[in-house]
């Protein structure tokens, strides 16, 4: 590594580190109903929202009440996007798109884009229109994110209030997400990134000739203001198919360390948030250093393989399916970032990377997206794991596990258990059934143990919610976009759903004072064991998946042999 590669770590991590507390201290202002400087000038926008939607924001929720709003809403969605997809052709802003969407194609697209995912089977520009771009995705990219915050709302609150059976509104807490939040920031990444040069217009498509004299066509579009909520809601997907690799999305070398640092930014600064909210700092700073250490682990085993000396390049920079402006470092950041992010886009081909570097991209996503994860459902994740921590060592001393004064009971184990094992059984059991299918087995480019690498991780990618794949897998047909489809619901809702039981439970549980022997979860023993615990529950579930795929490749690779 060279000096330069170092300066990069350094400022990435700095940004990150300097950034986070102050944007989760906006926040906790926001959600909290507190002063914040965007009160005036958007504050107006709030209320129209209210009134043309009749909301009551004072109205509260009870469990139920709050999860019914958030699968109705979401179904409303979902319907809303597949009727763009569908029609697509016949609404405005169509840049010259003569095809048609499939069904399953759209189903799967609208599938994806409603729960987080932005999986991609498909290719933007030669897909969907301008229309179905900036009305369909980038919609639903503001309001997929803002969902997972509402569902983490409903849980701190469950933990913070001392007695009763409300946790919230889901309608006041998803509107304050987006015009307090994620629009200001949107607008401001926005204005960033046209600055550098991402595209964002409603030309046609350009005709060039290259210098051979043959003809190449240029696809243009709205792409800066779809890429900045992209990267901000951990939405991830491409406006183009080569995702931000491409130059219209990620023309410098400033914008690719913008759009690194924004996949992390919202999810590391809303422990922060939780930190104020349950009325305890170091709980919040806890959770972030958990989630930064996991990262940084990831990130060095990843980078030292990247430069390690591989046998069978007889190299020691493996530059294969890296973007070139951007080099090793920058690539590896942010495939460490995207996969820990529940993100998914890309700036380099994740099928490329060293075995070792795909491997920490797997733990990413099948650890459960927490570290930091998506915007809301990374910290909601983790907090399972937090609950699952109490209980054990309530069992080690014991005592009935409490956190945060709230004791931790059958039901909320039950739950905490089915929110991790709905996961991690797509990935394994529809992993399984992509084997043995001959649909499945059709569309692998590599019949080794890469070719179980791909399918693995597309179902990793499916069940985390995180949208990145392998790229050497054909998804497009219709096995694979209906089982993939299905992966990322279960993915999604089996998890919110566990996690708004819990709120529902919790919530009515009165707070035990403290004393002498309360377990402390705000010290360096509790994060040894936070992150023991994930590691074991990871390595219990998915090492022998594992091992058939990026382990064998590895050790194929040391020692000479072909993939």
Do not use: C
Not at 13 to 20: A, C, D, G, H, N
Not at 141 to 157: C, M, Y
Not at 196 to 218: H, P, R
Not at 343 to 371: K, R, Y
């Amino acid at each position: 590594m060279k000096i330069n590669d170092y300066i990069q770590l350094a400022v990435f991590f700095f940004l990150l580190i300097t950034l986070s507390p102050l944007l989760g201290k906006f926040m906790f202002n926001v959600f909290t109903d507190g002063k914040h400087f965007l009160k005036m000038p958007l504050g107006w926008l709030e209320k129209l929202l209210y009134r043309l939607l009749k909301i009551h924001p004072e109205k509260e929720m009870n469990w139920k009440e709050y999860l019914l709003s958030i699968l109705i809403f979401n179904m409303t969605g979902f319907l809303f996007l597949l009727a763009i997809l569908l029609l697509q052709l016949y609404l405005p802003f169509n840049q010259g798109i003569k095809d048609k969407i499939p069904f399953h194609l759209a189903l799967n697209i609208a599938v994806s884009f409603v729960t987080n995912t932005n999986w991609q089977s498909y290719a933007g520009e030669t897909v969907l229109t301008y229309g179905s771009q900036m009305f369909g995705l980038t919609v639903q990219n503001f309001l997929s994110a803002a969902t997972g915050i509402t569902v983490l709302l409903a849980l701190i609150r469950s933990l913070v209030k001392r007695s009763g059976i409300t946790l919230g509104n889901f309608w006041s807490d998803l509107i304050r997400s987006i015009v307090y939040v994620l629009l200001p920031l949107s607008l401001i990444f926005s204005f960033i990134l046209i600055s550098q040069g991402v595209v964002q217009n409603f030309s046609d498509y350009s005709l060039a000739k290259t210098v051979e004299g043959a003809e190449q066509i240029i696809p243009l579009g709205p792409a800066a203001s779809q890429i900045a909520i992209k990267q901000l809601g951990t939405n991830g997907g491409g406006f183009f198919n080569a995702n931000s690799s491409h130059p219209f999305e990620n023309p410098t070398p400033l914008s690719n360390l913008f759009q690194m640092l924004s996949l992390i930014l919202i999810p590391a600064a809303l422990t922060f948030t939780y930190g104020r909210m349950v009325g305890s700092k170091k709980q919040g700073q806890v959770i972030f250093i958990v989630m930064l250490l996991l990262f940084s682990a990831g990130l060095f085993v990843s980078v030292y393989s990247e430069f390690s000396h591989n046998p069978l390049l007889q190299s020691a920079l493996n530059m294969e399916g890296k973007e070139t402006r951007f080099g090793v470092v920058n690539s590896v950041i942010w495939s460490t970032a995207t996969t820990a992010a529940s993100n998914g886009s890309v700036n380099a081909m994740h099928s490329s990377l060293t075995p070792l570097s795909a491997l920490v991209a797997f733990l990413n996503m099948m650890l459960g997206e927490i570290i930091f994860g998506g915007v809301g459902s990374g910290l909601y994740g983790m907090l399972i794991f937090v609950i699952i921590t109490v209980f054990i060592a309530g069992l080690m001393v014991g005592r009935t596990p409490e956190y945060l004064g709230k004791k931790i009971e059958a039901l909320d184990i039950k739950m905490s258990i089915i929110a991790i094992l709905l996961p991690s059984s797509v990935i394994l059991l529809f992993t399984a059934l992509s084997l043995v299918s001959a649909e499945g087995i059709a569309a692998l480019s590599s019949s080794s143990s890469h070719g179980f690498s791909e399918i693995l991780y597309a179902f990793a990618s499916a069940a985390g919610n995180n949208g990145s794949s392998f790229a050497g897998l054909n998804a497009g047909s219709v096995f694979y976009n209906l089982l993939i489809g299905l992966g990322i619901l279960i993915g999604r809702y089996g998890v919110i759903i566990p996690v708004m039981v819990i709120a529902g439970n919790l919530v009515k549980k009165n707070i035990s004072p403290e004393s002498q022997g309360t377990f402390r979860t705000d010290n360096s023993l509790f994060i040894l064991l936070l992150i023991s615990v994930i590691i074991i529950i990871g390595g219990l579930t998915f090492f022998p998946a594992l091992s058939l795929g990026p382990v064998v490749e590895h050790l194929i690779m040391v020692y000479g042999g072909g993939i």
